[in-house]
């Protein structure tokens, strides 16, 4: 009778400790998030409006920042403005106002070639007028023109050497043998 009471009692401690643990973590999880939500500037302080990658890790982003909208180049050691202008009234407002909200893609596309923005901006958005020479890389897999083949002598006792093989079998064959 005794170890049920007291397995009872460990019991119940458990459960009063876990529901301890979880009252804290979703209080602590309500005040982190739960106040930012409903204060409107803090909460839509930074938009991304568009983001496109340029490579393995780099990428041009354009955001509205309290009502400026900058053009950013980020890659994995920094992020540089690369232009600045004022945001347009459409994605100030943001989307709820129904500008087209039938297609949202077209409608970022229209907000990115908007004229407030500056020429190094929308040349982003534009195809250039007057292609530039195309640059290929040549591929990683590409084999060098000479391969250097190992004397005997540089393979002397290693694992890749035949000698080292035809010794060890010789081994083997001797150890059964014998």
């Known amino acids: ?66 009502g400026e909208r900058l053009v950013l180049g980020v890659t994995e ?25 039938t297609d949202p893609f077209r409608a970022v596309l229209a907000a990115q070639a908007a004229p407030s923005l500056p020429a190094a901006a929308q040349a982003l958005t534009e195809e250039p007028e007057s292609a530039a020479p195309v640059l290929r890389a040549r591929p990683r897999n590409r084999r060098a023109a000479h391969i250097a083949v190992p004397t005997q002598q540089q393979l002397q006792g290693s694992i890749l050497s035949a000698d080292t093989w035809r010794q060890a079998a010789a081994a083997v064959r001797a150890r059964r043998a014998g």
Not at 89 to 98: M, T, V, Y
Request: avoid cysteine; charge should be positive; charged fraction near 15%.
């Open 1 to 66: 009778m005794d170890t049920l009471v007291v397995a009872l009692r460990v019991a119940l401690s458990l459960g009063v400790v876990l529901a301890l643990l979880w009252f804290v973590q979703r209080r602590v999880a309500k005040s982190t998030t739960g106040s930012s939500r409903g204060r409107g500037r803090r909460s839509a302080a930074v938009q991304v409006v568009a983001r496109q990658g340029i490579g393995g890790k780099a990428s041009v982003v354009v955001v509205d920042v309290e």
């Open 77 to 101: 050691q920094q992020v540089a403005v690369l232009a600045s202008g004022t945001a347009p009234a459409a994605s100030a407002a943001g989307s709820d106002a129904g500008s087209d909200a």
